[in-house]
């Protein structure tokens, strides 16, 4: 079955940098776009990086574009995002997501706080 295993959180001042990995299993990684989101306590999951399946497209939401960079490495099944210049708004539990036949698959997440 599909597993998805996050790593990389943790705590950083604000200005700061963190890279985010999911490992990928369970499926043909190098067939499918990869996404990452996150979630902030009391807000809706929001879609933060999404990546091609070669790893030769990327778009990103307003808010990140410029300070995160979404990365695919098909020979190890990973996919990371390299989060600089990090803000207290980015404090949030982030996802890697796989969608298969319409169907989304989820890690467990890893938190992300941004603070002083």
């Known amino acids: 079955q599909v597993q998805l295993v996050e790593s990389g959180g943790g705590l950083v001042q604000p200005g700061g940098s963190l890279r985010l990995s999911c490992a990928a299993s369970?499926?043909?990684?190098?067939?499918?776009?990869m996404s990452w989101y996150r979630q902030a306590p009391g807000k809706e999951r929001e879609l933060v990086a999404v990546i091609s399946s070669a790893g030769d497209s990327t778009k990103y939401a307003d808010s990140v574009k410029g300070r995160f960079t979404i990365s695919k490495d098909n020979a190890k099944n990973t996919v990371s995002l390299q989060m600089n210049t990090l803000k207290p708004e980015d404090t949030a539990v982030y996802y890697c997501n796989v969608r298969i036949l319409g169907i989304g698959s989820w890690g467990q997440g890893t938190q992300v706080t941004v603070s002083s």
């Open positions: 369970g499926f043909t990684f190098s067939t499918y776009p």
